[in-house]
């Protein structure tokens, strides 16, 4: 059994400066001495502040990136072949914990002249968390005569982007790792060799939703352009495609509660408590600049994810206004001013999109399980902006269903996605809010 409590089995190694950001978070290392086609994260895992457990986009992408890395490469031996993903398959089991490593045990299930198949399990402590099964398929194998259709991006989506261009990017409550992580270890000379200190691994520019003013949540439709950070540095499609996956997981399932007006950021009491803990942001790091030694990192909260004993506020107020995280990991109790960013920026939307006299509050939302269609995988290019769509045609007895359109910057769609996850609303008896948890 694995036992640590680093979140990596071996010590992370430094962050690799001619790689994105991306390509660092989602690196892994063959463990070998445990047993054949088995791989571990090489760097911690990032646990979102009130979430059950780790990033499931992570999951998701280092369990591709090992599946890929048990198909041949292209050789006389294979004819030339070359394999590429064509569609995944996931299931959330269990929540990660971010304190412990994750090992991704690869089963070679089919090896066909057409398609291969592949089944990840990824564990702790010997237990599956995830589990995936991912198809590849030969390039080329349906000929040069095909059945041809797609759906084309929306109208006017370009032009909405480039009024973004020039903007600093925005970034998802899912797009700190890079950040949180290296408050909590102090890596500051890493994060400068990224060129992209405190940024997380992918931005994104979120645009109103559509049909807003629609009683119908199924009419609505979400939209946003994102891309990864930097220049992935692969040459061959195996890197974007894992990024892709990591990407699709952004504010997915969350798409139910922004076409139903449910309240997740917005209301005025998270309002009141993001504020406030603003406020002590700002005057603990007044403190700290006023105090801190030349040359001494320091310890405050916009670092430490934690209030410091210099802070006026020991206690956060904003851990009342979301779910309390399992996790023991600092950052999960008290978000760094990037999360508090993030937050304030859906809170926002909210304000903008949802009814003032509504009273309805998510209380528990988690995905199940999480599936792509790769469609054109020789084309992807993370780094590069792409546009995504999520609806969703259904939602009833506590789980909703969301649709995701992907396409690139050219208008070809190059991915379909599609999540299941539990919904349930804070649940009001008696004038007295309850969350209803319960155990998955």
């Not at 990596?8 to 950001?21: C, G, M, Q, R, Y």
């Not at 237990?127 to 006017?156: D, L, M, N, Q």
């Not at 040359?295 to 107020?317: F, I, L």
Request: with cysteine; proline share 8%.
């Amino acid at each position: 059994m694995v036992q640590s409590t680093t979140g990596t089995l071996i010590k992370p190694p430094p962050t690799d400066p001619s790689k994105s950001l991306i390509e660092n978070v989602l690196e892994l290392t063959p463990i070998a001495d445990i047993g054949p086609d088995i791989f571990t994260n090489t760097r911690p895992l990032w646990h979102p502040p009130g979430a059950r457990g780790i990033y499931g986009g992570a999951a998701i992408a280092q369990s591709l990136a090992a599946a890929q890395l048990t198909i041949p490469p292209p050789s006389a031996a294979n004819k030339h072949a070359s394999f590429l993903v064509h569609s995944m398959h996931c299931y959330f089991v269990l929540a990660g914990d971010s304190n412990i490593p994750v090992l991704y045990h690869v089963e070679r299930v089919r090896e066909g002249k057409s398609f291969m198949t592949r089944t990840v399990q990824a564990r702790q402590r010997g237990k599956c968390i995830f589990t995936t099964t991912v198809s590849f398929v030969r390039e080329g194998s349906a000929g040069e005569e095909v059945v041809a259709h797609e759906v084309g991006i929306p109208r006017g989506v370009e032009e909405e982007l480039e009024g973004f261009e020039g903007e600093e990017g925005g970034e998802g409550d899912d797009e700190r790792f890079a950040r949180e992580e290296r408050e909590k270890q102090g890596d500051g000379k890493e994060a400068e060799a990224m060129g992209e200190q405190g940024r997380g691994p992918f931005e994104t520019r979120r645009m109103e939703i559509t049909n807003s003013s629609s009683p119908n949540p199924e009419t609505k439709r979400t939209h946003t352009w994102l891309r990864a950070r930097g220049r992935i540095s692969s040459t061959g499609p195996q890197a974007h495609l894992s990024a892709l996956a990591y990407m699709s997981d952004s504010y997915f399932i969350g798409t139910i509660s922004r076409v139903h007006g449910l309240w997740r950021f917005g209301r005025p009491r998270q309002r009141a408590a993001m504020d406030a803990w603003d406020k002590s942001l700002s005057s603990s790091k007044r403190l700290i600049s006023s105090t801190s030694p030349p040359n001494r990192a320091p310890t405050g909260p916009e670092v430490g994810g934690k209030p410091d004993a210099t802070s006026p506020d020991q206690k956060n107020p904003y851990s009342n206004a979301f779910p309390p995280s399992s996790s023991s990991s600092p950052s999960s109790k008290s978000p760094p001013s990037a999360v508090l960013a993030a937050h304030k920026e859906m809170a926002s939307l909210e304000s903008r999109e949802n009814a003032p006299d509504s009273n309805r509050q998510i209380g528990m939302m988690v995905s199940l399980d999480h599936t792509i269609f790769f469609h054109r995988p020789r084309a992807v290019r993370a780094d590069e902006w792409l546009f995504s769509e999520m609806e969703s045609p259904w939602t009833g007895d506590g789980r909703g269903l969301v649709m995701q359109r992907i396409w690139d910057r050219r208008g070809r769609l190059v991915a379909t996605c599609v999540q299941e996850g539990l919904c349930r609303l804070v649940q009001t008896g008696n004038g007295v809010e309850e969350r209803v948890m319960g155990k998955l």
